[in-house]
C-alpha cells in the first residue's frame, strides 16, 4: 500500500515537496515515480527514478523538479512551479515480481 503526501497550495515560484511511502515489510522497489492528471487531459509521466537511482524527467519539468527515493519511499521536489504544474499527482512503485501499485493521488495548486 503507499501513502502519497506534501501537496497542496503553493504560489508560483515557491517550493513543494511530495512524498508517496510504501508500507509493510516489503522489498524496495524496482522503480518508482509520479504521473499527474489536470482536469480534462490525459494523465502524463512527470518523473521516475531506477532502482539505481537514474532520473527520468519529462520536459515540462526539467530544470524545476527533483525526483529522489530511499528504500521505500519516492520525493518530488517542486521549485519554481507554475500555474500549469495544477494536477493531481499520483505516485507509483514497480516491482518486477509484484507490477504496478499507486498511491491515492495528492492535489497541487499553483496559485498566487
Known amino acids: 500500500q503507499l501513502q502519497a503526501s506534501g501537496g497542496g497550495l503553493v504560489q508560483p515560484g515557491g517550493s513543494l515537496r511530495l512524498s508517496c511511502a510504501a508500507s509493510g515489510s516489503i522489498s524496495s522497489a524496482n522503480d518508482m515515480g509520479w504521473y499527474r492528471q489536470a482536469p480534462g487531459m490525459q494523465r502524463e509521466l512527470v518523473a521516475s527514478?531506477?532502482?539505481?537511482?537514474i532520473p527520468n524527467y519529462a520536459d515540462p519539468v526539467k530544470g524545476r523538479f527533483t525526483i529522489s527515493r530511499d528504500k521505500n519511499t519516492v520525493y518530488l521536489q517542486m521549485n519554481s512551479p507554475k500555474p500549469e504544474d495544477t494536477a493531481e499527482y499520483y505516485c507509483?512503485?514497480?516491482?518486477?515480481?509484484?507490477?504496478?501499485?499507486w498511491g491515492q493521488g495528492t492535489q497541487v495548486t499553483v496559485s498566487s
Open positions: 527514478i531506477s532502482s539505481g537511482g
Open positions: 507509483y512503485h514497480f516491482w518486477v515480481d509484484r507490477g504496478y501499485y
